[in-house]
Every structure is written in C-alpha cells, then in structure tokens.
C-alpha cells in the first residue's frame, strides 16, 4: 500500500499516447519559434522560467508579451525570485500592465550574499536554497516548449561562436494539460489568490508518440530520478547522456559502470573546458577515472559551453530542466518530458552523433597520465564537494 502511494506521488502523471514533439538545437532555432507562438497566442500564455536577464533576448520576449496583452491576451509570469535578479527594474516596470501577472517563486530574504550565506550557514535558515529551475512556455493550450534554455543572450548572443549549446523540445498534445497543471500547482503554492483557468482537452496527434510528464518537488518529489534510474538500469542497447554539470549519485554511476561492463554503450557527453562553472567541472572530473576504467566512453564538447540536458536510454528520451546532479535534485524544482518512440529516439540520435563529432574523447590510459598540476584544482573542488555534502547532512 505504502509502495503504490510513494509511485503515484513521484509520478503524478501517467504516460499518454498521440503527442507530436521536434527537438530544436540552439537558440538561434527555438527562440523564433518561442516567439513566434507568442505572438499568435490568443488566449493565455504561461510562462515558468528560472533564469531572465535583461539584454536582447529578454527584450524580445517582453516586446513580444506586451503585444499580445494588448490583444487580451491573459499572460502569467512564474519567475524565480533568484534567477530573476539578472532582469533590470526598467524590464520589470514594461511589464507591470493589464493581462500581466507575475509570480516570484520563492521570495528571498535578502538580495545581499553575504548575509544569505550568514543566514543559511551560521543561522541555519536554508529556505532561499529552493529554487524553481523548470523552463516552460505554454501558449493558448496549444504547444508548449521545454528544455534547459533561459531567456537569457547566452544562448542567442551577438558573437555566435559564444553561443551555448542547447536542445528544447516543442510539445502538442495531450501532455499538454499535464504542464499546465504542473505550472498552476507551482503558481498557487506562492500565490495570495490561486490561479483557476478552465479545464481543458488538448488534441490528439494522428499517428503521434507516447510521452510523460515528470517532475521533482525539492524533498517531496523524485519521479525524474526513479524514472532515470529505472531506464539506466533496464537499458540493452545504449545509454547516452548530455548534462551541463556531471555531479551524479553513486547509484547512477554504479549503473552506469554495470551497464558498460554488460556490454551497454554507455557514453557522456560533458562541458569541456568553456564552461560557466569551472568547479562543477573540476569536481565531475573525480568520477572519470572510474567510469572509464569500466568501459564507460566520455565525450567533452569542445567549441562552446554544452548546457543541453537530454539522456537517451534504447528508445526512451528524457529531456527538460533537470542537470540530474545531486544539487539540482535535492533543492530545486525539476520538470522533464520524456518520449517512448522509435523515431524520435532516431532523431535524438542523431543530435548526440553531430555533438561527438566536436567533442574530444578521453581514454582510460590519457586519463590516468595526466600531470600532477592539471589535477590540483580537482582536489581542490572534491573537498568543497565534500563540505557540501556535509552541509546537506546537517539539514537533515
């Protein structure tokens, strides 16, 4: 009894059959897309991002939601209050206008670091430490897009070669309803009036593919874990991996290690050395040597920074906000889609194929021979590492 209760919480969401999704590589990509759902939206639009800054890509979005406001078009902003900080008061203030709300997830006490830290490490307050990280734009019911991207010039900029790499998937169907859900569950839990839109029956896709929402609600809710750990494990074929910070649980190494050595093609394709967090990368370097040894194969994408977040395991696909580092899944609120079919498995394939091609794959011997000064700052980040898994114990 207990079991059923604890799947059915992580994983409020059942598969649904009929969906169409198209995977859409770069910013200079998805954000027209975004865009160009915005402005043919006639009803509603939701939006739930974790990072916004002001620049020209948020001036875009803006531009492109006040057009529709005017039109009657019901917007609803959900925005971390601590990705948000980026987003200039005078990007704000063209925002304060009729069909706009904005909802700050999370309010923080205190905009100034240092005392946030005084009060998460010497008053032991962590609340600020819950973060929503999801990425989604829903548009009149209709579509939706997902993946790691924020509205940020990162991943549209004026210099293309700084362009981070990354992957959004655009969704119809009935999944649909499963994310605007998942947005109105996120919205009431900080709103002084909750958020009521009427029901509604998205329509099917002929011949379309079967997918599932999944997501974490920090310390309460770990479908897309389960739902990772679960493929890894029951994986035959392949189990390719994309993540931006590479800090995963010894249960997913362990599986990973067993795979490849049952004869799973088990590769991961990481940042290399153009990364916005130099220290997440030092400290996912200390689990290569095992990886390796064990036959696991490790891609570093080389021309810019890989920020995309999508794992393929045979034919099933994950993709969303979650990095699937310890970090992310202990403090932050996660969401995914995940997709069971043979063509877009064929698709995504071919995705991670034109990534390898630009990344440099170690082996197990380079590895192991590699100078005593390149090693240092991996020692240096492994014991912050290890400070903050002490800080996590002492929360519980």
Known sequence: ?????????????????????????????????????????????????????????????????????????????????????????????????????????????????LYNLYRIFWKRVDLGLYRDHRKLLLVDNNIAFTGGAGITDDFDPPEPEKQWRETVVEIKGPVIKDWRNLFLASWNRYAKLPLTLPDIAPASITNGQRGRVTCNIARHVSGIQRSLNKQTYNARQRIWFATAYFVPSWRLRRKLKRAARAGVDVRLLLPGPITDHPGVRYTSHRFYSRLLKNGVRIFEYQPRFLHSKTVLCDNWVTIGSSNFDRWNLRWNQEANQEIESLDIAATVEQIFRADFKHCHEYTYKEWQQRHWLTRLPEWFWRQAEKLSIKFNQRRR
């Open 1 to 113: 009894m207990n079991k059923h209760k604890t799947t059915a919480r992580n994983y409020p969401f059942p598969w649904r059959e009929n969906n169409r999704f198209e995977f859409l590589v770069d910013g200079t990509v998805f954000f027209p897309r975004m865009l160009g759902a915005i402005d043919s939206a006639k009803e509603t639009i939701l939006l739930e991002m974790y990072l916004i800054q002001s620049g020209s890509v948020a001036t875009r979005f803006i531009d492109a939601l006040k057009k529709a406001a005017s039109r009657g078009v019901k917007i609803y902003l959900l925005l971390d209050d601590y990705g948000a900080t980026g987003l200039k008061q005078q990007d704000r203030d063209r925002l304060a206008q009729q069909n706009i709300q904005i909802l700050y997830y999370n309010p923080l006490h205190s905009y100034n670091s």
